[in-house]
């Protein structure tokens, strides 16, 4: 666990001199984008599709009460339970009270963001419910008792030796550092586990409104025997992953596994319509949507609506250089990345982000990468806005660019400061750059670099310009 009372510019410091990490994270954001560009490049629709994609997202959200509604009702007439949560805690309680009223012991689980969002496997440990993640990366942290560091890619922060030292020391069997090698004694360990486990418990990446159909996408099958074998299947899922049509459906398919890993499609796309039938093999005896709220809801008419589109695909990790360098665990919180701020501040509250706010330089990559072209950066500076506006920002930094802005608004001041600004500047400067700041300035040119006064003002010049002429 990340411990919050530690602030941001420390774990960040820590995180950049993290050898292991940093070796990590170049690995597999690099693969990542190379693989997203190859996807999209031979895939002229790509764009179009983006576009489509989003005006569905926002169309939804417009309806997204009788989206919601519909769903619900479909899920009922197939035979399966619809439960709502306001709440991270009313969500916990409706699965740890469905784990108690089936007696079960152990409960396996598929890859999910909203699960770790409401910290489920805490809770369900404390009520004496076993709970097993069965997605590798899901099932490495475990081992490691840490928490996702990247949104589809859980262990990214995890080299392969670190992995096979992680194996041979928790389950005592010696492991080389080889994918494949790991991957089999995974395998191994989780199998029984499976024909085990009272309870499945999943996320969802969409949910169909006109059908009752919950989706799962996943790489390595294991979203499907969870579906299957258990006798009581949890679905947990965030409101605003409702689509309206099947037809909708395959627009995000065609984008969503692009975005993320770079495959025209995830080796496994499962479909889930409530419990199993009379005439079906194979299912579970019970089926159980929970609708988790969790602020979402509220966002639908805030600053962070565009964030309610998000796909959960990862790309604008990938891409954020600031990510790429201090990885996910720095953030603090569940979701990390440009879009985790988004959704901190939308789950904890814009005081929670009041220094992730400023964890981005801007740049406009997330924009780019997103497959619903969620607008992070105009947000990010929402937050920051609102932050400043509410007297979060430290006393020092409110009062240097308070003064900073009067000094713009007075274009007389402006142009006496400059000279005056030249002068003090001398002890500072080495070359074109101003290299220390004083006292809590400081704190600026330690990460930046600051260049000096112009011995000329554009004005100065104009003017110049002008008397030669």
């Given amino acids: 666990m990340t411990d919050l009372s530690v602030p941001f510019r420390e ?47 926002e169309a939804t959200l417009q309806r997204l009460d009788a989206h919601l509604e519909r769903l619900i009702d479909r899920v009922e007439a197939l035979g399966g339970h619809v439960h709502f949560a306001r709440t991270a805690a009313e969500a916990r309680e409706i699965i740890l009270g469905i784990a108690k009223r089936t007696g079960a012991r152990m409960a396996v689980k598929s890859k999910s963001m909203a699960t770790e969002e409401i910290d489920l496997n805490e809770a369900l440990e404390h009520a004496g419910v076993t709970p097993v993640e069965t997605d590798l990366g899901e099932y490495i942290i475990q081992l490691a008792h840490e928490k996702p560091s990247h949104i589809i890619a859980p262990a990214i922060h995890k080299t392969k030796g670190q992995v096979a030292e992680l194996f041979t020391r928790v389950l005592g069997r010696p492991a080389e550092p080889d994918p494949e090698a790991l991957t089999r004694i995974a395998r191994a360990e989780l199998r029984e586990k499976f024909l085990q486990a009272d309870l499945g418990i999943t996320g969802a990446n969409f949910a169909v409104a006109e059908t009752g159909t919950v989706v799962l996408v996943t790489n390595e099958g ?11 299947h949890v679905a947990v899922m965030g409101v605003e992953k409702v689509v309206p049509s099947m037809t909708d459906l395959m627009v995000f398919l065609a984008i969503l596994a692009r975005s993320a890993t770079g495959q025209k499609l995830s080796v496994y796309t499962t479909m889930v319509q409530g419990p199993r039938r009379a005439d079906e093999l194979e299912g579970p005896d019970e089926f159980h949507l929970v609708l988790l709220d969790n602020g979402r809801i509220r966002q639908l008419a805030g600053t962070l609506r565009e964030a309610l589109s998000c796909l959960r695909c990862g790309a604008c990790l990938n891409v954020c250089p600031v990510y790429r360098q201090i990885g996910g665990h720095a953030y603090g919180y569940t979701y990390p990345g440009p879009i985790g701020i988004l959704l901190t501040a939308m789950l904890n509250g814009n005081a929670a982000v009041r220094d992730l706010a400023h964890a981005s330089s801007l740049c406009g990559a997330c924009l780019d990468a997103c497959p619903v072209r969620i607008d992070i950066p105009r947000m990010l500076i929402a937050l920051r806005k609102e932050n400043v506006e509410a007297g979060r920002a430290p006393a020092a930094e409110r009062s240097a660019f308070g003064a900073f802005a009067r000094l713009l608004r007075h274009p007389a001041l402006y142009r006496a400061a400059a000279p ?3 002068v003090l500047q001398r002890p500072l400067a080495r070359g074109r750059r101003i290299r220390r700041l004083p006292l809590f300035f400081g704190a600026w040119t330690r990460t930046r670099d600051l260049p000096v006064v112009a011995p000329r003002t554009f004005s100065e010049r104009w003017r110049a310009l002008e008397r030669e002429r």
């Fill in 420 to 422: 005056l600004a030249r």
């Fill in 222 to 232: 294991n979203g499907r025997m969870i579906t299957s074998l258990p006798r009581v």
């Fill in 11 to 57: 774990r960040a410091g820590r995180a950049l001199d993290d050898h292991f990490l940093q070796e990590a994270l170049t690995i597999a954001t690099t693969k990542f984008i190379e693989l997203r560009r190859e996807a999209f490049g031979s895939f002229p629709e790509g764009d179009a599709l983006r576009d489509r994609a989003r005006a569905i997202k």
